[in-house]
């Protein structure tokens, strides 16, 4: 008898540990599904987690109302950024700049659409895509180490995701396909 009540409190153990392993298959069967729809569906594929990390706080959280700026200031600001970073050549200020403008970027849909016209969405395309252009110059420069370069680069999503945000809030507001 007790060597009975041994093997079913083993077989019972057994039996926990494949059901949990089982649920767990299953779980993770069920993400790798809901990914794979997910890509199937979108034009782009999803952002790595590894270029998740750019340079600039991160967009504020749902509720919380940021300090926007009026549209002439930050298309002012922006460029005057945008020309700066192109010929700065410290790794630190090139950051803070780069991170400076992200951040104003990401303020834009924040702000009142009444004097924001398409001539101003043009420039503001313009100066999304000089700011770019400086970051791929300067990863390509090598002068950066590995996970700065990786960074950089997380940083170029980051500007074409907070601009695909301008322009979908400009088109809203606007009422322009």
Do not use: C
């Not at 767990?24 to 590894?50: C, D, K, N, Y």
């Amino acid at each position: 008898m007790p060597g009975s009540f041994r093997r079913s409190a083993v077989s019972n153990r057994v039996m926990r540990e494949i059901v949990r392993e089982s649920v767990l298959a299953g779980i993770v069967m069920a993400l790798v599904l809901v990914f794979t729809v997910q890509i199937q569906r979108s034009e782009t594929p999803p952002t790595p987690p590894a270029m998740l990390a750019f340079f600039a706080a991160p967009p504020p959280s749902p509720g919380v109302t940021s300090k926007a700026m009026p549209t002439p200031s930050f298309m002012s600001e922006l460029d005057t950024a945008a020309q700066e970073l192109r010929g700065e050549p410290s790794p630190g200020a090139f950051k803070r700049k780069l991170a400076h403008i992200v951040g104003i970027l990401g303020t834009i849909p924040d702000s009142s659409p009444l004097h924001f016209t398409k001539d101003d969405l043009i420039r503001l395309r313009e100066l999304a895509e000089e700011t770019v252009e400086a970051v791929e110059r300067r990863i390509e420069s090598g002068g950066d180490d590995e996970k700065a370069q990786q960074q950089l680069a997380g940083t170029v999503y980051e500007i074409r995701r907070r601009m695909e945000a301008v322009e979908i809030w400009f088109r809203h507001f606007a009422n322009e396909p």
